[in-house]
């Protein structure tokens, strides 16, 4: 769970960059895990073509540029991908040695971009997502060190008098627009604590409870 917290979190915040090359030439594009793969876990990358997929691929090791692994490609059977028809995924899970790699098709030669197999393949990721939690934080910003909704959070037409002042910050804001919405924020709030409940010792103590950089004895998330 602890994975898969990062993982959804990467998904939306990491930036998007390409991973395959030699498109011009081709309708085969590969996509793998940009952080990498640990070791004992699995490891799986996607290729996608308009045109079904015949050749197999190889897993190559960037340093000697060695194939240690023939891949054959496995159809997936998700629906609603995009603008594709061929969606295949490469299992090389049975490699667990640690080392820099990527995949490519083995007759044509295209490549995916170069990942890692590592133990520290998410390595502090976490903790980068946490400080753009707090950085979205409804109340006190630690990172503007301002405080936002001075003035609104007024009641009307309830059973208070109009323009009774109601106190509703904490939380995130969901976006720029400082909107918030309580399923997301129970969602993302759940998940956090779960990835702590199972993997405490993932969490360090580096601010205090307002976001700033004092500990507090306290892990951040």
């Known amino acids: 769970m602890y994975l898969y917290f990062i993982q959804i979190i990467l998904f939306f915040f990491l930036p998007n960059k390409p991973v ?47 194939v240690l692994l023939s891949i054959k490609p496995t159809r997936s059977k998700a629906k ?20 820099s790699y990527f995949i490519q098709t ?18 502090q990721e976490h903790e980068k997502l946490l400080e753009f939690m707090r950085q979205q934080r409804c109340g006190y910003n630690p990172l503007l060190d301002m405080v936002c909704h001075k003035r609104d959070g007024r009641s009307m037409f ?14 995130w804001h969901d976006a720029g627009d400082q909107l918030k919405y309580l399923i ?12 702590y409940e199972l993997y405490p010792e993932k969490f360090a103590d580096k601010v205090n409870a307002l976001g700033q950089a004092f500990p507090n004895g306290i892990p951040d998330v």
Do not use: C
């Open 184 to 195: 997301t924020g129970s969602y993302a709030t759940g998940h956090m604590l779960l990835a």
């Open 106 to 123: 083995k007759k044509s030669k295209i490549v995916s971009q170069n990942f890692k197999i590592s133990d520290e393949a998410y390595g």
């Open 80 to 99: 609603g991908w995009g603008t594709f028809k061929y969606y295949y995924e490469l299992d090389f899970s049975k490699i667990k040695k640690t080392g």
């Open 20 to 66: 395959v090359s030699n498109t011009a030439i081709t309708d085969i594009h590969i996509r793998v895990n940009q952080l990498g793969y640990l070791p004992n876990e699995s490891k799986i990358a996607i290729a996608f073509s308009h045109k079904a997929i015949t050749e197999k691929f190889q897993l190559v090791s960037k340093d000697t540029k060695s």
């Open 158 to 171: 309830g059973p208070m008098p109009d323009s009774t002042f109601v106190d509703v910050s904490g939380g």
